[in-house]
């Protein structure tokens, strides 16, 4: 897989409105999405023959690309919904990178929307976080979603001494990013004693420990490197992607302070030819604040068990040294469910094309995004850079 890294580029990035959107269905939010991303790369929707969604919680589809597609009126050749909870967004990608170099098609939107704030009741969304779990020896027990991620953060604190201070540093440093990014969901500064004040949910989570739940979409284009020069904005080239995947259940996970994240980090930085010192930006999957640290330490930033330290010392937020997610993250930015990556993979575009705004990152060359699916189970990463290579 080493022939993919600078041989394909995304050449169209665009979101949706997010946060409350009621006017608009969790499809109409998909083809929005995708129909703003083909404005954005300069192309009409007959030029499309590759198709990638995943489905909607709020509005699920039996085939949903295929539904999607029959609702633009394109006939594309290559055409799947895949689902990997947040770690999709990526995989897919991955293998629509694939598919490009294999001329299987030539140009592929990948498009995720949901409406989990205005699409689903409170039981509909009460339901969905507790029945996750395996059948037999998890749900029987009453666990939501925010207590299997209360696990991983109880089991690295007990391992490394890691304090609820250190994770609230990570949702301080995300709306940080937030309050820069007008389209952000929550913008209002918040402080480490503001999240270990807010309400518990699972010790040792609080409520701002917790993503939020939004309604949204997002949608990129993506082909060749030899075509990606014939765009209208400079391309973005994918140099590097891995996956690892570990457990389906949270309970069968051979660890629950390391992830697969070192399995599919490794994999990127070798087809990228690249390792951690040499991004400018990182954007990891915040769903809850525990998450930030532990794939800080897998994807090779700073040495196992030191994620707390690494952020007090380096710095994630505006200015630090590594800043992450600089959208602000599924903590302050929006997390309409398994697209919430998307988000991730759009800011990074605009960070590349150096079109960000007051959040620009000066002069970011090359970053890092990962996402991971499930209770840290499957996991995602990509090396996205400016130049093909």
């Given at each position: 897989m080493a022939s993919l ?52 919680m709020s509005q699920p ?301 000066a002069n970011a060359s ?24």
């Amino acid at each position: 897989m080493a022939s993919l890294r600078g041989k394909v580029a995304i050449v169209g990035a665009a979101d949706t409105r997010v946060g409350i959107v009621p006017d608009a269905t969790a499809t109409e939010l998909c083809v929005e999405a995708i129909l703003l991303a083909l404005a954005d790369a300069g192309l009409d929707k007959t030029e499309v023959d590759g198709l990638v969604t995943c489905n909607s919680m709020s509005q699920p589809m039996l085939y949903h690309a295929e539904a999607i597609a029959e609702y633009l009126q394109i006939f594309p050749r290559y055409c799947f919904a895949a689902g990997a909870g947040g770690g999709t967004t990526f995989s897919v990608l991955h293998h629509a990178a694939a598919a490009i170099a294999t001329g299987m098609a030539e140009t592929i939107v990948i498009s995720m929307a949901d409406s989990l704030r205005s699409g689903l009741t409170r039981d509909q969304a009460m339901l969905m976080q507790s029945s996750t779990g395996h059948p037999q020896y998890e749900q029987p027990y009453g666990p939501t979603v925010p207590a299997y991620y209360a696990l991983i953060a109880q089991a690295h604190m007990a391992q490394y001494g890691t304090r609820p201070e250190h994770f609230a540093a990570v949702a301080v440093a995300c709306r940080a990013h937030a309050a820069r990014n007008p389209a952000a969901q929550k913008r209002d500064p918040i402080s480490v004693d503001d999240v270990l004040g807010s309400r518990m949910i699972a010790d040792p989570l609080h409520l701002l420990d917790c993503s939020l739940v939004s309604d949204g979409g997002a949608a990129i284009v993506l082909t060749s490197a030899e075509r990606a020069r014939d765009f209208p904005h400079a391309p973005v080239y994918l140099l590097g992607v891995g996956e690892g995947h570990s457990h389906e259940h949270i309970s069968q996970a051979r660890s629950l302070t390391t992830s697969a994240a070192v399995e599919s980090g490794q994999r990127a930085y070798a087809m990228a030819g690249l390792g951690p010192r040499d991004m400018d930006f990182a954007q990891l999957y915040d769903c809850f604040t525990p998450t930030v640290l532990v794939e800080l330490e897998d994807l090779g930033f700073c040495a196992k068990g030191e994620g707390g330290e690494f952020i007090a010392s380096t710095g994630i937020g505006p200015g630090g040294a590594l800043p992450v997610n600089t959208h602000g993250g599924l903590l302050s930015h929006c997390h309409p469910g398994n697209p919430g990556s998307m988000f991730a993979l759009t800011e990074s575009v605009w960070q590349l094309r150096h079109s960000a705004g007051e959040r620009q990152v000066a002069n970011a060359s090359v970053g890092l995004l990962h996402a991971q699916g499930g209770i840290m189970s499957s996991h995602s990463t990509l090396v996205l850079g400016r130049e093909a290579g």
